[in-house]
């Protein structure tokens, strides 16, 4: 069965400091990838996405994530995080081929230390 | 474009009461996604449609649940009987076909006591 796994439940780190939430998913084909964030109150909004071609994306506020096809991972990058960044995270598989669902990852709760 | 809007952002009502979430999609948005979020459960997909026609709800809870696409530009989620575990945040999203780039409204926060 498809499943996205983001192992972190909670990050805390140092404004300034680097960052990289964990994604990998279990599915059979080449997926569609996305990151969202959710901050408190607030619907998702999308980071950033994969589809297909360069592995390394780009996003928003500075994010970016690579897909390593071998390890099936879409880890989530950010080298200097800033305080607004506080907020969860979650990783998202979007299923092809038919039923175009989304399954999506527990979530990471980022906290951002002054 | 004002994004996807859902209605109400808060919902507050007893057991047994019957509760109906709104929300409209983006325009020319075909696709349209209902979502569950909880501690437990995190975010799950119950229903979507594609051209207003329902497409999977195999997330569907039970049978408490129902959900409608009369036109483009609206749909509902009903509950009735609601329940206190049906409290949750239910978000709308809505993309330009099934496989395109979900965009999610706010949310509704439903409590139900």
């Known amino acids: 069965a498809q499943s996205v796994t983001q192992p972190d439940i909670h990050i805390t780190v140092s404004e300034g400091a680097s960052l990289e939430l964990r994604c990998n998913y279990s599915y059979g084909a080449t997926p569609y990838l996305f990151w969202y964030v959710q901050s408190p109150g607030q619907g998702l909004q999308l980071l950033l996405k994969y589809f297909s071609g360069d592995t390394l994306v780009q996003g928003i506020k500075g994010f970016e994530a690579e897909f390593k096809r071998s390890q099936s991972s879409f880890n989530l990058r950010k080298p200097s995080v800033h305080w607004s960044d506080a907020a969860e995270y979650f990783c998202?598989?979007?299923?092809?081929?038919?039923?175009?669902?989304?399954?999506f990852g527990t979530g990471t709760r980022l906290k951002v230390l002054a | 474009d004002a994004g996807v809007i859902q209605s109400p952002r808060h919902e507050v009502t007893e057991m047994g009461q019957e509760v109906t979430l709104r929300c409209k999609p983006i325009?020319?948005?075909?696709?349209l996604f209902w979502y569950r979020q909880t501690m437990m459960r995190g975010l799950e997909l119950l229903i979507y449609f594609n051209n207003n026609v329902p497409i999977d709800d195999s997330g569907m809870p039970e049978d408490r649940f129902s959900a409608k696409m009369p036109n483009a530009s609206f749909s509902t989620l009903k509950i009735q009987p609601s329940e206190p575990r049906d409290s949750a945040v239910y978000f709308c999203?809505?993309?330009?076909?099934?496989?395109?780039?979900?965009?999610f409204g706010a949310g509704t926060r439903l409590s139900v006591l």
């Open positions: 998202a598989v979007g299923l092809a081929g038919g039923t175009y669902k989304y399954i």
């Open positions: 999203a809505s993309s330009l076909r099934p496989e395109n780039i979900q965009y």
């Open positions: 325009s020319g948005h075909n696709s």
